[in-house]
């Protein structure tokens, strides 16, 4: 291999790495992956990916050249549609059907395609997702529909954080402030009360850090200690300052309007919790930036896991339904993955959000400090650490029965 080559094989690994850490892939995920494509292309290498950085080593045969690479990177965001499209573009390079040059080009215009869905879709699909689960969480319809309005609100924060450096530092305890007031301010001016937490719960949801919970504890199963460690320790952060923006802007909001107590939501048929899946599942579509040709495929990934996990709820008890859930989700996902040629991640993570315990986290830091809480449950720190350890275990023993055959 002569320099030439090797710098230009270089440079696309540097860039495909960048690309895909960006996009949110797991640490182990990633640094497998790359792997791969390394030793297709003919050169040796070794990664260390964390949330916030990438670093790595690229040597030939005879060591005649050596590469050593390590970048300050941004937390990765979920973007399936350049996630899914940069890994057909890797392919095709490998295949040979095109040349690494173009391959290089490709890249950078994957690299600034906008969503497939727009910003008025995507505010929309806030509002329906937090509403969605609102319903999931036994809400009544005021407070399904006050959700949706607050999650809408929380996009509009989100949509300035993209622009803005210091909105982007303060978006979780600032956007959840503006929810808390506006949910006191709601709640004092209707005519009926309602559970002012719930309502927050639902509409914050987004921002509730559960899937990078479940993420970190995964990468730390797969022995990436610092990478999962990292993950956790953002993810525990990310969850105190969604309370406290939310505990002060209660506060305000009580000192304003006086204090409020917690209504019992009106009882809802349980067909509303199905209602709740589906519109979720076409939330997450358009927030996860999902391709055209696999949004059937994620839509089927949330009711599996839902689903699944519903029904062996019924026969196992503390939180290990989201065991079988999870490994049901897992072997759909890599089954997925064989038929369209696709990451599995893709369909995966939309299983993930109806499992993972970010609400439960959330109600259990709430519980703990304010004594209040905003579901009648029981032991809820027990269960939520056994459903994250079942989702890790569930989602390894998925990849023993029903192995990937891509790493992402």
Not at 3 to 22: A, D
Request: net charge negative.
């Amino acid at each position: 291999m002569d320099t030439v080559e090797f710098i230009q094989i270089r440079r696309f690994i540097l860039k495909l790495g960048k690309m895909l850490h960006k996009y949110g892939s797991p640490s182990f995920r990633l640094e497998a992956y790359l792997t791969e494509i390394a030793t297709h292309l003919g050169v040796h290498a070794s990664f260390i990916s964390t949330p916030t950085s990438l670093t790595m080593v690229l040597w030939s045969d005879g060591h005649e050249d050596e590469y050593n690479h390590s970048a300050r990177m941004e937390p990765g965001e979920l973007d399936m549609n350049s996630l899914s499209r940069t890994d057909e573009l890797a392919s095709t390079l490998l295949s040979g059907d095109i040349t690494l040059a173009e391959a290089d080009i490709h890249l950078d215009e994957i690299d600034v395609m906008p969503s497939p869905y727009g910003k008025t879709l995507t505010g929309g699909a806030f509002g329906l997702s937090t509403s969605a689960f609102a319903m999931l969480m036994g809400a009544g319809w005021s407070e399904i529909f006050y959700s949706g309005l607050l999650g809408s609100m929380v996009y509009f924060w989100t949509l300035w954080a993209l622009n803005s450096k210091r909105v982007k530092l303060m978006l979780e305890p600032v956007a959840s402030f503006c929810v808390g007031f506006g949910a006191c301010a709601i709640n004092h001016y209707s005519s009926s009360g309602f559970n002012i937490w719930l309502i927050i719960l639902s509409s914050l949801i987004i921002l509730v850090p559960g899937l990078s919970l479940t993420m970190g504890l995964a990468e730390i199963s797969s022995r990436n200690m610092v990478s999962g460690t990292a993950r956790v320790m953002d993810a525990t952060m990310q969850l105190f300052k969604l309370y406290f923006g939310a505990f002060l802007g209660v506060s305000l909001g009580y000192q304003l309007f006086g204090q409020q107590e917690l209504a019992l939501a009106e009882t809802l048929p349980f067909w509303v919790n199905w209602l709740g899946v589906l519109l979720l599942s076409i939330g997450l579509v358009a927030i996860f930036r999902t391709r055209l040709e696999h949004v059937l495929w994620a839509i089927t990934s949330t009711f599996i896991a839902y689903g699944v996990s519903t029904w062996s709820s019924a026969y196992l008890e503390n939180g290990l339904g989201a065991f079988v859930g999870a490994f049901a989700l897992g072997v759909f996902a890599n089954i997925f993955s064989r038929i369209a040629n696709a990451p599995s991640s893709i369909v995966a993570m939309h299983g993930l959000i109806v499992l993972v315990p970010g609400s439960k986290t959330y109600i259990g830091l709430n519980s703990y400090i304010s004594g209040q809480d905003i579901i009648k449950t029981e032991h809820i720190g027990q269960e939520t650490f056994l459903i994250l350890m079942s989702l890790v275990a569930g989602l390894i023993f998925a990849n023993v029965v029903m192995p990937t055959r891509k790493s992402l």
